[in-house]
Protein backbone atom coordinates (compact mmCIF):
# COMPACT_ATOMS: atom_id res chain seq x y z
CA UNK A 1 0.00 0.00 0.00
CA UNK A 2 3.24 2.59 0.98
CA UNK A 3 6.46 1.56 -0.79
CA UNK A 4 9.19 4.10 -0.29
CA UNK A 5 11.88 2.87 -2.76
CA UNK A 6 15.61 4.18 -2.78
CA UNK A 7 14.55 7.59 -1.44
CA UNK A 8 17.56 10.27 -0.41
CA UNK A 9 17.45 13.42 1.09
CA UNK A 10 20.32 16.08 1.26
CA UNK A 11 20.73 19.52 2.08
CA UNK A 12 23.93 21.13 0.01
CA UNK A 13 25.94 18.62 0.06
CA UNK A 14 25.43 16.41 3.03
CA UNK A 15 22.93 13.51 3.21
CA UNK A 16 20.08 13.55 5.79
CA UNK A 17 18.40 10.10 4.50
CA UNK A 18 20.40 7.68 2.21
CA UNK A 19 18.72 4.87 0.32
CA UNK A 20 15.18 4.23 2.82
CA UNK A 21 13.32 1.77 1.46
CA UNK A 22 10.33 -0.25 3.08
CA UNK A 23 7.05 -1.06 2.76
CA UNK A 24 3.78 -0.30 4.50
CA UNK A 25 0.52 -2.90 3.82
CA UNK A 26 -2.51 -1.98 5.25
CA UNK A 27 -3.66 -3.08 9.05
CA UNK A 28 0.36 -1.86 9.55
CA UNK A 29 1.34 0.49 12.87
CA UNK A 30 4.88 1.00 11.75
CA UNK A 31 7.02 2.85 14.99
CA UNK A 32 10.49 4.80 13.40
CA UNK A 33 13.12 4.72 15.99
CA UNK A 34 16.72 6.35 15.90
CA UNK A 35 18.46 8.54 18.07
CA UNK A 36 18.34 12.28 17.73
CA UNK A 37 19.68 13.40 14.15
CA UNK A 38 18.70 9.83 12.98
CA UNK A 39 16.58 11.24 10.04
CA UNK A 40 13.04 9.95 11.65
CA UNK A 41 11.43 12.98 11.37
CA UNK A 42 12.50 14.36 7.64
CA UNK A 43 11.58 10.75 6.64
CA UNK A 44 7.96 12.03 8.19
CA UNK A 45 8.70 15.20 5.99
CA UNK A 46 9.26 13.43 3.13
CA UNK A 47 5.92 11.14 3.14
CA UNK A 48 3.90 14.04 4.35
CA UNK A 49 5.41 16.24 0.83
CA UNK A 50 6.94 19.16 3.44
CA UNK A 51 10.28 18.16 1.52
CA UNK A 52 10.78 16.34 -2.00
CA UNK A 53 13.48 13.49 -2.16
CA UNK A 54 16.40 13.98 -3.80
CA UNK A 55 15.97 10.73 -5.00
CA UNK A 56 13.63 7.46 -5.06
CA UNK A 57 10.17 7.42 -5.28
CA UNK A 58 7.25 6.90 -2.80
CA UNK A 59 4.43 5.04 -3.94
CA UNK A 60 0.78 5.05 -1.94
CA UNK A 61 -1.93 2.79 -3.37
CA UNK A 62 -0.01 2.40 -6.18
CA UNK A 63 0.03 6.29 -7.38
CA UNK A 64 3.35 8.18 -6.96
CA UNK A 65 2.61 10.50 -4.57
CA UNK A 66 4.32 13.69 -6.53
CA UNK A 67 1.70 12.89 -9.16
CA UNK A 68 -1.19 12.60 -6.95
CA UNK A 69 -2.76 16.03 -6.29
CA UNK A 70 -2.58 17.63 -2.65
CA UNK A 71 -6.80 17.85 -2.60
CA UNK A 72 -6.76 14.05 -3.19
CA UNK A 73 -4.16 13.42 -0.58
CA UNK A 74 -5.52 15.59 2.14
CA UNK A 75 -8.73 13.27 2.43
CA UNK A 76 -6.66 10.28 2.55
CA UNK A 77 -3.29 11.13 4.51
CA UNK A 78 -3.63 13.11 7.89
CA UNK A 79 0.06 14.43 9.53
CA UNK A 80 0.82 15.76 12.99
CA UNK A 81 3.94 17.32 13.25
CA UNK A 82 5.85 18.51 16.58
CA UNK A 83 5.69 21.84 17.71
CA UNK A 84 2.44 23.48 15.95
CA UNK A 85 1.88 26.69 16.88
CA UNK A 86 -0.80 28.51 15.72
CA UNK A 87 -0.96 31.95 14.63
CA UNK A 88 -4.20 33.16 16.29
CA UNK A 89 -6.01 31.41 19.67
CA UNK A 90 -9.29 29.80 18.99
CA UNK A 91 -11.26 27.36 21.12
CA UNK A 92 -10.24 23.85 21.15
CA UNK A 93 -13.48 22.51 18.83
CA UNK A 94 -12.40 24.69 15.81
CA UNK A 95 -8.71 23.22 15.67
CA UNK A 96 -10.49 20.11 15.54
CA UNK A 97 -12.54 21.21 12.58
CA UNK A 98 -9.64 22.42 11.36
CA UNK A 99 -8.70 18.71 10.46
CA UNK A 100 -12.50 18.67 8.38
CA UNK A 101 -11.64 21.47 6.12
CA UNK A 102 -10.39 19.00 3.33
CA UNK A 103 -14.02 17.27 3.24
CA UNK A 104 -16.31 20.50 3.02
CA UNK A 105 -16.92 23.78 0.63
CA UNK A 106 -18.49 26.59 2.50
CA UNK A 107 -19.88 25.19 5.94
CA UNK A 108 -19.26 22.03 7.71
CA UNK A 109 -21.90 19.17 7.50
CA UNK A 110 -23.62 16.59 9.57
CA UNK A 111 -20.96 14.30 8.90
CA UNK A 112 -17.90 16.77 10.00
CA UNK A 113 -19.43 17.95 13.62
CA UNK A 114 -19.67 13.77 13.94
CA UNK A 115 -16.58 13.23 13.23
CA UNK A 116 -15.23 16.30 15.33
CA UNK A 117 -17.41 14.59 18.69
CA UNK A 118 -16.26 11.04 17.99
CA UNK A 119 -12.59 12.03 17.62
CA UNK A 120 -12.73 14.20 20.98
CA UNK A 121 -14.04 11.60 22.91
CA UNK A 122 -11.53 9.17 21.67
CA UNK A 123 -8.43 11.73 22.87
CA UNK A 124 -10.09 13.01 25.92
CA UNK A 125 -10.27 16.20 24.88
CA UNK A 126 -14.41 16.86 24.64
CA UNK A 127 -14.34 18.27 28.12
CA UNK A 128 -12.41 21.58 27.50
CA UNK A 129 -14.07 21.86 23.74
CA UNK A 130 -14.81 25.31 24.31
CA UNK A 131 -11.62 26.35 26.37
CA UNK A 132 -9.09 28.40 24.47
CA UNK A 133 -6.70 26.46 23.08
CA UNK A 134 -3.74 28.84 24.07
CA UNK A 135 -4.72 28.26 27.67
CA UNK A 136 -4.26 24.17 27.49
CA UNK A 137 -1.00 22.62 28.94
CA UNK A 138 0.84 20.78 26.59
CA UNK A 139 -0.32 17.41 26.65
CA UNK A 140 -3.92 19.10 26.41
CA UNK A 141 -2.78 20.54 23.05
CA UNK A 142 -0.98 17.36 21.82
CA UNK A 143 -4.44 15.48 22.16
CA UNK A 144 -6.59 18.58 20.52
CA UNK A 145 -3.56 18.22 17.42
CA UNK A 146 -4.36 14.32 17.34
CA UNK A 147 -8.09 14.69 17.35
CA UNK A 148 -7.72 17.23 14.44
CA UNK A 149 -5.07 14.90 12.84
CA UNK A 150 -8.08 11.90 13.68
CA UNK A 151 -11.24 13.70 12.27
CA UNK A 152 -9.62 14.53 9.39
CA UNK A 153 -9.47 10.71 8.49
CA UNK A 154 -12.55 9.91 9.86
CA UNK A 155 -15.25 8.72 7.30
CA UNK A 156 -18.39 6.53 8.24
CA UNK A 157 -19.21 6.72 4.52
CA UNK A 158 -16.48 4.97 2.82
CA UNK A 159 -13.79 2.34 3.50
CA UNK A 160 -11.08 3.59 1.44
CA UNK A 161 -7.60 3.27 3.36
CA UNK A 162 -5.80 6.20 4.77
CA UNK A 163 -2.16 7.20 6.01
CA UNK A 164 -1.61 8.66 9.46
CA UNK A 165 1.86 10.35 9.87
CA UNK A 166 2.44 11.05 13.16
CA UNK A 167 5.80 12.74 14.67
CA UNK A 168 6.73 12.09 18.41
CA UNK A 169 2.81 12.03 19.41
CA UNK A 170 3.70 10.93 22.67
CA UNK A 171 5.08 14.24 23.84
CA UNK A 172 4.21 16.05 27.18
CA UNK A 173 1.82 13.29 27.47
CA UNK A 174 1.36 11.79 30.84
CA UNK A 175 1.34 7.58 31.25
CA UNK A 176 -2.43 7.01 30.39
CA UNK A 177 -2.57 9.28 27.49
CA UNK A 178 0.46 7.83 25.97
CA UNK A 179 -1.03 4.34 26.38
CA UNK A 180 -4.37 5.62 25.04
CA UNK A 181 -2.51 7.19 22.32
CA UNK A 182 -0.84 3.66 21.13
CA UNK A 183 -4.12 1.78 21.45
CA UNK A 184 -5.82 4.39 18.90
CA UNK A 185 -3.33 4.33 16.39
CA UNK A 186 -3.55 0.32 16.93
CA UNK A 187 -7.36 0.77 16.25
CA UNK A 188 -6.78 2.76 13.34
CA UNK A 189 -4.28 0.58 11.87
CA UNK A 190 -6.65 -2.31 12.81
CA UNK A 191 -9.12 -0.50 10.16
CA UNK A 192 -7.17 -1.48 7.33
CA UNK A 193 -4.90 2.03 7.27
CA UNK A 194 -1.09 2.66 7.62
CA UNK A 195 -0.12 4.43 10.57
CA UNK A 196 3.73 5.59 10.52
CA UNK A 197 4.53 6.72 14.04
CA UNK A 198 7.79 9.01 15.31
CA UNK A 199 8.90 7.23 18.64
CA UNK A 200 11.53 7.37 21.35
CA UNK A 201 10.08 4.91 23.73
CA UNK A 202 11.51 1.50 22.53
CA UNK A 203 9.36 -0.46 25.26
CA UNK A 204 6.49 0.99 24.13
CA UNK A 205 6.99 0.35 20.30
CA UNK A 206 7.72 -2.86 21.47
CA UNK A 207 4.60 -3.39 23.27
CA UNK A 208 1.94 -2.02 20.29
CA UNK A 209 3.77 -1.90 16.86
CA UNK A 210 3.43 -4.57 14.22
CA UNK A 211 7.18 -3.55 13.04
CA UNK A 212 9.87 -1.45 14.06
CA UNK A 213 11.92 1.06 11.20
CA UNK A 214 15.65 1.28 13.09
CA UNK A 215 16.83 4.51 11.34
CA UNK A 216 21.04 5.14 12.20
CA UNK A 217 23.03 8.37 10.45
CA UNK A 218 20.25 8.45 7.59
CA UNK A 219 20.17 4.52 6.45
CA UNK A 220 18.11 1.33 7.76
CA UNK A 221 19.34 -0.46 10.34
CA UNK A 222 16.84 -3.03 10.38
CA UNK A 223 12.90 -2.99 9.35
CA UNK A 224 10.68 -5.63 10.54
CA UNK A 225 9.36 -6.69 13.92
CA UNK A 226 10.16 -5.86 17.43
CA UNK A 227 12.10 -8.89 17.83
CA UNK A 228 13.19 -8.67 14.76
CA UNK A 229 15.61 -5.42 15.00
CA UNK A 230 15.28 -4.84 18.71
CA UNK A 231 18.59 -6.49 19.03
CA UNK A 232 21.24 -5.42 21.29
CA UNK A 233 23.76 -5.34 18.20
CA UNK A 234 21.39 -2.67 16.66
CA UNK A 235 20.84 -1.23 19.62
CA UNK A 236 24.97 -0.53 20.40
CA UNK A 237 25.25 0.76 16.73
CA UNK A 238 21.96 3.37 16.68
CA UNK A 239 22.25 4.70 20.41
CA UNK A 240 26.13 4.21 21.65
CA UNK A 241 25.58 3.31 25.12
CA UNK A 242 25.25 0.20 27.22
CA UNK A 243 21.82 -1.84 26.35
CA UNK A 244 20.78 -5.25 27.96
CA UNK A 245 17.43 -6.85 25.63
CA UNK A 246 15.19 -9.43 27.59
CA UNK A 247 12.07 -10.87 26.90
CA UNK A 248 8.67 -9.09 28.33
CA UNK A 249 7.01 -11.71 30.34
CA UNK A 250 3.37 -10.37 30.14
CA UNK A 251 3.46 -8.54 26.88
CA UNK A 252 5.84 -11.29 24.93
CA UNK A 253 7.60 -8.91 23.19
CA UNK A 254 11.28 -7.33 23.49
CA UNK A 255 11.98 -5.30 27.23
CA UNK A 256 15.03 -2.90 26.57
CA UNK A 257 16.86 -1.72 29.30
CA UNK A 258 19.79 1.12 29.17
CA UNK A 259 22.56 1.79 31.57
CA UNK A 260 25.68 0.27 33.32
CA UNK A 261 25.65 -3.15 34.29
CA UNK A 262 27.44 -5.40 36.51
CA UNK A 263 29.54 -6.88 33.40
CA UNK A 264 29.77 -3.44 31.57
CA UNK A 265 31.45 -1.72 34.64
CA UNK A 266 33.36 -4.79 35.66
CA UNK A 267 31.42 -5.84 38.72
CA UNK A 268 31.27 -9.33 39.27
Not at 72 to 82: D, F, I, K, P
Not at 212 to 221: A, E, N, P, R
Request: with cysteine; aromatic share 8%.
Amino acid sequence: MLQVENISFRIKNKYILQEISFEAGAGEFIAILGANGAGKSTLIKLLSQEYKPYKGNIVWKKRLLRKTSAQQMALERAVLTQNIQMSHDFPVNEVVLMGRYPHFKNYPQTQDWEAIKATMQQTDTLTFKERSYASLSGGEKQRVQLARALAQLHDIQTHSAKLLLLDEPLNNLDVRHQHNCLRLSQTFAQQGNVLLMVMHDLNLAAMYAHKILLLHQGQVVGFGSPTEVLTEENLRLCYDFPVKVEHHPYHHCPVVYFGNFPETVGIN
